[in-house]
């Protein structure tokens, strides 16, 4: 403990007419010593017997540092200082009282410190483990996407997943012996002898299209969630049962750039701001320009090669991963729906959810979302 | 469609790599699969859509690059030597009885051909093609129909009886041995070729030639068919005779009319390259279904409205004319580019049945021009948008299911009849598939539950012993003809409920964990009542049904051990299933009239009640007694402790109830609590025959 010098001690014992100070300006450095030294005092004080010793050098009531101060230079101090030593007097004390008190509490904490390790927590124990639930993977990406779209005005509505072929089909401008319909195996409900309709499982989310058109006028921006079904044979990427998000949004002023700025705002907020997009024409009955909407490979970054060399296994090397077919509304399908394709334009996407999860969290096999394997289901809380 | 690259030189001189190719391809609309490189040169495997038939064959595909790159087309002027001596018409007779499903036949007569196999560069490309090479005949159909787009079939000339082709609709049962050596029976409305007084079918129009006629190594003389047949029809047929060939992809999707006769000249002349012979003069060419070009107009003032950004004039016009659309400017404004009046007519070309609105075209020109060069912008907004009604509702029930430590689960509703039935309310119909894929997948689940235990059996069969999970779906069930989806909630519990840890002892789920979770959702709903009673798969000793405002939403219990043990789940299993509209307009209704109570300002005091109850009084009957007494200072009463056994008379209990009392206007004094007490004791006693125990 560095402990100040006899003298530096004796200053405060002495008037100031015998340090030779006459002038107020001669004060400050004066008190700028004495509360350095102070400071390097309170640093040395680690524990309670010398913390006291401290304090009492300071704040004794007797013969204490502040003590000696006020009696020896404030109270003999001409008119002219007796004002700038009080100033700085209680300045000083100030700090000392604060620091010593301080120095205290760190001091009592550090007690605690030092308890036996017998009375220690092991910080390395669990705590008690309450067992805590978790959402499905595809409600949360399907929650997320909700939350992008419903952020740009998109409301949210649900529908029938056991459908007609009109609105799964006709009324999508898709007529019976259509090719596309080769492309959705469709499941039949075995219905009585007599039924009107026969029912099918919808094979998208696009009849909702058809069913909100009819109930609504526009303007129209709706998403829809749901499961969809196609009469696959199951394996590590198909299966019969997986969920799309379908979009649709109908006024009488959108075009394609609020189309492909709409999906771009998406993808930046589902995948981030550094994936880029792209849209490739393509064809769909029910809209005209159809567009298949790529994004960069999130696996090699769009470079389409792999990590360890070679080529990109999830994008084939291409730098581009295929998600989702979209496009402008086919003026055929507001015809079903008593809207004037004059007047409205508008577009529509159809998303597919596990692919996506799949994608985002690198699941290589779709059957894990339909197991429900507790393990699985606690990867993500 | 494999695109040989090689071969598009032969329509376009295009100096792009392949892959560069492929890419600008892909970006224009046709969808690429990928390119390999063989002994042949690139190969491009492109998917072409369905709605594109002209782009199933090279010149298509050189076309459309023509556009891209802004690359002259070379046309197809194919121009056989004819024979002077001898004309098709006199030696060919078509007729066509059904132009509904045929509408265009034409025949080409080549004499004393020499079949062989074919000369080496021609079996290349079949082979980079994928098509197996035959003879010099045949390849040159196939050859034709990649480079064209359109399929064509040859006949052996004499063996056509009377030289002679009727293209009529199949008979009832109508039998034909195709040229795979399959006999097969054809259904009215299949396009049948017929030959001589027409009663042997000797091919399937658009989909396959019969064995009957077909080339061999001895035929000397062909009859070449090239025709044009009806997409629907075709489609319809193929798919009722399970036959998909390459002429019924191509005629299915809808091929170009006026091609037939192209087509036609062209393999006459790579029939004569290839085997010699002679052609005779002309074409038979019976052509009921000729239709006159449609005339299109497209006005930027539509392109603009549906594209939000224009395209240039000379964009707008080289494209159209590459792919075949002769755009004229036709607006009063004709000398003035880039006005806002711009129309152009277009005649759609033949081969591009597809395009026959404004919006075709609007999309011809866009892709072609480049859909990237149309800015991305978020549209404006222009009203609120707004959640699923019950959105609050069920989210509040899904965190609160997981902060009791469930997991939500997601199931396929396709299960095995057996085990639906297992769960199915006696007076339910089913909502069975007509085409399931499977047995075990037949009908759709009439109830959560069997799902429910499905995935619990899974994880039982995993080694996950302690499962909590929870679906929020549907279930789906017929009312006659009518499908009728409910939303559900089912919970499924099975295991220790707490796990033996550092800090606490091992406990099993019981009914009781059950009981309270679903109370606890409850809550949210101003408060959930329990009946007995319950389906038969419950355990009768432990099940109940759930009500809301004495409107039943559900039950939940014990699985039997009858089922139980059905579905090899060895431990005790607890369901429950509740009905979500009434739960979610529950939620939704207390969420509105709940109001602020004000907190008491005097103290409440507890006082127990240790009772000696009589098995089969319940603990509401107790509440009851006491709930009688109108004593308006009860704030409470709760169960806090039960025990039967040692010290406790034989058919009954002891049972610790706690009442709270509290006053709104003071601090209770002890002589009304002795009142109080004194009360509900005599009360118990007379109403329950209840015993008060020395505590």
């Known amino acids: 403990m560095t402990m100040s010098t006899p003298e530096e001690k004796n200053k405060t014992g002495l008037p100031l007419v015998h340090l030779g100070i006459a002038r107020p300006e001669e004060l400050a450095p004066l008190f700028a010593d004495l509360r350095g030294r102070f400071d390097e005092e309170c640093a040395c004080a680690c524990d309670e017997s010398s913390w006291k010793q401290f304090r009492d050098t300071w704040l004794g009531r007797k013969s204490g540092v502040l003590t000696q101060i006020t009696d020896n230079w404030l109270k003999p101090a001409t008119q002219e200082l007796k004002r700038v030593v009080g100033q700085e007097l209680n300045q000083l004390r ?29 910080l390395s124990l669990p705590g008690v483990i309450r067992p805590i639930g978790s959402h499905h993977l ?49 499941f039949y409900l075995d219905l009585p002898k007599g039924a009107p309709q026969p029912l099918l499982l919808r094979t998208h989310t696009s009849p909702m299209q058809i069913r909100t058109m009819e109930k609504r006028q526009p303007p129209v921006r709706v998403i829809v969630p749901g499961k969809v079904y196609r009469r696959d044979n199951p394996d590590a990427t198909h299966s019969f049962i997986f969920h799309q998000v379908e979009g649709l949004a109908v006024d009488n002023d959108i075009t394609f750039c609020d189309f492909t700025g709409t999906i771009e705002y998406f993808v930046k907020q589902f995948f981030g701001p550094g994936v880029k997009t792209r849209f490739r024409p393509s064809y769909f009955p029910f809209t005209e320009p159809s567009v298949e909407f790529d994004v960069s490979c999130i696996f090699c970054g769009g470079s389409g090669a792999a990590a360890g060399g070679g080529t990109c296994s999830k994008c084939k090397g291409s730098g581009w991963i295929e998600l989702f077919g979209a496009g402008m509304v086919d003026p055929a399908v507001y015809g079903f729906v008593k809207y004037d394709p004059k007047k409205v334009s508008g577009f529509a996407f159809g998303m597919g959810i596990d692919r996506l999860a799949m994608l985002k969290y690198g699941i290589d096999d779709i059957q894990v979302f339909f197991q429900n394997d507790a393990r699985f289901l606690r990867q993500f809380p | 469609m494999k695109i040989v690259y090689n071969w598009l030189k032969d329509f376009v001189d295009v100096k792009a790599t392949p892959d560069e190719l492929a890419s600008r391809l892909a970006l224009s609309g046709t969808n690429i699969g990928g390119i390999e490189n063989g002994p042949h040169g690139a190969v491009i495997d492109a998917e072409v859509s369905s709605n594109r038939p002209d782009s199933l064959g090279h010149y298509g595909i050189a076309r459309e690059i023509s556009a891209i790159y802004k690359l002259p087309l070379k046309p197809v002027t194919p121009k056989p030597k004819e024979s002077t001596a001898a004309k098709a018409a006199d030696a060919a007779h078509v007729e066509i009885q059904s132009p509904e499903l045929c509408g265009r036949f034409t025949a080409r007569v080549i004499r004393g051909a020499k079949i062989q196999p074919s000369p080496q560069w021609l079996k290349d490309r079949l082979e980079a093609s994928g098509v197996a090479s035959i003879n010099n005949v045949v390849d040159a159909t196939n050859y034709v129909m990649l480079e064209l787009g359109h399929a064509l079939h040859a006949f052996d000339y004499d063996k056509v009886r009377d030289h002679r082709i009727v293209v009529r609709r199949a008979k009832p049962s109508e039998k034909i041995r195709t040229l795979d050596g399959i ?31 077909e080339i061999s190594f001895s035929t000397k003389n062909i009859l070449l068919e090239c025709a044009w047949f009806e997409p629907v029809a075709i489609r319809r047929a193929a798919r009722a005779l399970k036959l998909h060939t390459e002429a019924s992809t191509r005629f299915g999707r809808g091929a170009d009319p006026e091609m037939a006769e192209l087509a036609s000249r062209r393999c006459s002349e790579l029939i004569l390259q290839l085997a010699g012979g002679e052609l005779l003069s002309g074409v038979v060419d019976i052509y009921p279904g000729k239709r006159a070009p449609k005339k299109i107009l497209l006005t930027r003032a539509e392109l603009l409205r549906i594209m939000g950004a224009d395209v240039p004039d000379k964009e707008i016009e080289s494209s159209l004319s590459a792919l075949g659309f002769s755009p004229v400017r036709v607006d009063q404004n004709r000398g003035a580019e880039g006005s806002l009046l711009a129309a152009w007519e277009c005649t759609q070309p033949s081969w591009r049945a597809d395009v026959e609105r404004e919006i075709d075209l609007i999309e011809e020109v866009a892709r072609i021009y480049g859909l990237d060069k149309f800015p991305p912008r978020l549209p404006a907004a222009r009203q609120g948008a707004a959640r699923l009604p019950h959105y609050e509702a069920e989210a509040r029930l899904r965190e609160r299911l997981i902060g009791l430590g469930y997991q939500e689960i997601l199931t396929i509703p396709h299960v095995a009849e057996d085990r639906d039935a297992l769960f199915r309310p006696p007076d339910v119909q089913p909502a069975r598939l007509a085409n399931p894929l499977s ?52 919970i499924g519990a099975t295991g220790q409920a707490r796990e033996k840890g550092l800090y606490e002892t091992a406990r099993e789920y019981s009914f009781a964990d059950l009981k309270g979770d679903i109370d606890a959702l409850g809550a949210f709903a101003g408060g959930s009542t329990w009946n007995e009673g319950g389906s038969a798969w419950l355990n009768p000793a432990g099940r109940g049904r759930i009500a809301l405002h004495n409107e039943a939403i559900g039950e939940a219990g014990e699985l039997t051990r009858r089922v139980a043990e059905q579905l090899k789940l060895r431990q005790e299993i607890f369901l429950a299933e509740l009905q979500l509209a009434p739960l979610y307009s529950a939620i939704r209704e207390a969420k509105e009239s709940r109001k602020y109570q004000p907190l008491p300002r005097f103290p409440g005091v507890e006082r127990d009640f240790s009772l000696l109850l ?40 002891s049972l610790l109830v706690r009442v709270t009392f509290q006053s709104r206007e003071t601090t209770l004094t002890e002589a009304q609590l002795t009142d109080f007490s004194a009360r509900i004791i005599t009360a118990l006693e007379k109403q329950l025959s209840a015993h008060l125990r020395s505590t």
């Not at chain 1, 120095?103 to 007690?111: D, F, M, T, V």
């Not at chain 1, 649900?158 to 959705?184: C, K, Q, S, W």
């Not at chain 2, 089969?616 to 025990?643: C, K, P, W």
């Open chain 1, 138 to 186: 595809i409600r949360q990406v399907l929650q997320q996407i909700e939350d992008i779209f419903f952020s740009i005005g998109f409301s949210v509505v649900e529908g029938p997943e056991i459908e007609t072929p009109y609105y799964n089909f006709e009324a999508l401008n898709i007529p019976e012996f259509h090719p596309v319909r080769d492309d959705m195996d469709t």
């Open chain 2, 183 to 213: 006999e097969r029976i054809l259904a009215p409305g299949i396009c049948v070729i017929s030959d001589g007084d027409s009663s042997r079918a000797v091919g399937i129009g658009g989909i396959m030639g019969g064995a009957e006629t």
């Open chain 1, 94 to 122: 100030a700090h000392v009282e604060s620091n010593i008190e301080e120095r205290r509490k760190s001091i009592e904490a550090g007690a605690d410190e030092t308890a036996s390790a017998r009375e220690r927590v092991d």
């Open chain 2, 439 to 490: 047995e075990e997948a037949n009908v759709l689940k009439s109830t959560g539950i069997v799902t429910m235990t499905t995935a619990l059996e899974w994880n039982l069969n995993r080694g996950q012993r302690n499962v909590r999970l929870f679906e929020i779906g549907r279930h789906y069930r017929l009312r006659g003809s009518e499908s009728i989806e409910t939303p559900i909630l089912t």
């Open chain 2, 614 to 653: 009589a098995d089969g009084t319940h603990f509401s009957d107790v509440v009851a007694a006491i709930r009688a007494l109108n004593i308006q200072e009860i704030a409470n009463m709760e169960a806090v402790d039960l025990y039967r056994g040692k010290n406790v008379p034989a058919g009954q209990y």
